[in-house]
């Protein structure tokens, strides 16, 4: 199957971390990523980390891959009111011809 | 700065009446990507050109066109647009000399059916 999975929603106060999770289900995607959708805008690409590494850190970015059991996470550190948005995990299939995206997480930061 | 532009970025249309959605990039990247996105959904690709070469998928409708004139430009033609084909439509692209093979979004096209 192709399915990606997140949890759909995540509330934490500001300044704490969160950490959204994804599982996905094909051993065979070589890259996966984290997209960021604030309201009527498009996806910006936060970070990506390739299969071979376990873990990948981009200033308040963590990414963490653990490939035995499909399971990405992003913790974000010191979470601020402009973090909130919908955040989506994709896979990357076919070596760049199409990503598979979960449902998203909509973070909601509360002052 | 490089980027993708998708004009316009409301576009409002009456049931069956054709019309079509415009994205161009300064990224001179050889891949773009038409993708549908519903309220509180994933987006789902519609289908990709890779250079001038076209990939449609699967489960795309008839409904749904699409034309690459050239590196920069490609267009999305909706020929009878239905009231489920209201949605945010995106346009991505990705360079395959890229080994992450990372896509970039444009600001999307919300388009509504009256």
């Known amino acids: 199957g192709e399915d990606v999975e997140q949890s759909l929603f995540l509330s934490v106060r500001e300044g704490d971390s969160s950490v959204i999770n994804c599982t996905y289900t094909?051993?065979?995607?070589?890259?996966l990523y984290w997209y960021k959708q604030e309201p009527g805008a498009g996806l910006q690409l936060l970070t990506y980390?390739?299969?071979?590494?376990d873990m990948k850190q981009d200033q308040r970015l963590t990414v963490l891959l653990n490939k035995k059991d499909k399971h990405l996470s992003l913790r974000i550190a010191d979470t601020q009111t402009g973090d909130s948005a919908i955040y989506f995990c994709?896979?990357?299939?076919?070596?760049?011809?199409?990503?598979?995206f979960g449902q998203g997480t909509e973070l909601s930061v509360k002052p | 700065d490089a980027m993708v532009i998708q004009n316009p970025r409301y576009q409002v249309t009456q049931f069956g009446k054709p019309v079509t959605l415009s994205c161009s990039q300064t990224?001179?990247?050889?891949?773009m990507y038409w993708y549908q996105q519903k309220s509180s959904q994933a987006p789902k690709l519609l289908f990709h050109?890779?250079?001038?070469?076209?990939?449609n998928e699967a489960d795309t409708p008839d409904n749904f066109q699409s034309r690459r004139p050239n590196t920069s430009f490609c267009f999305l033609d909706i020929r009878s647009p239905g009231l489920g084909d209201a949605a945010m439509y995106l346009c991505?692209?990705?360079?395959?000399?890229?080994?992450?093979?990372?896509?970039?979004f444009g600001p999307g096209t919300r388009l509504t059916v009256t």
């Open positions: 991505a692209t990705s360079s395959r000399g890229s080994s992450s093979y990372e896509q970039y």
């Open positions: 094909d051993s065979s995607s070589t890259y």
């Open positions: 980390i390739f299969s071979n590494m």
């Open positions: 994709a896979e990357n299939k076919n070596q760049g011809g199409k990503l598979i």
């Open positions: 990224l001179n990247h050889n891949v």
């Open positions: 050109y890779y250079d001038k070469d076209f990939n």
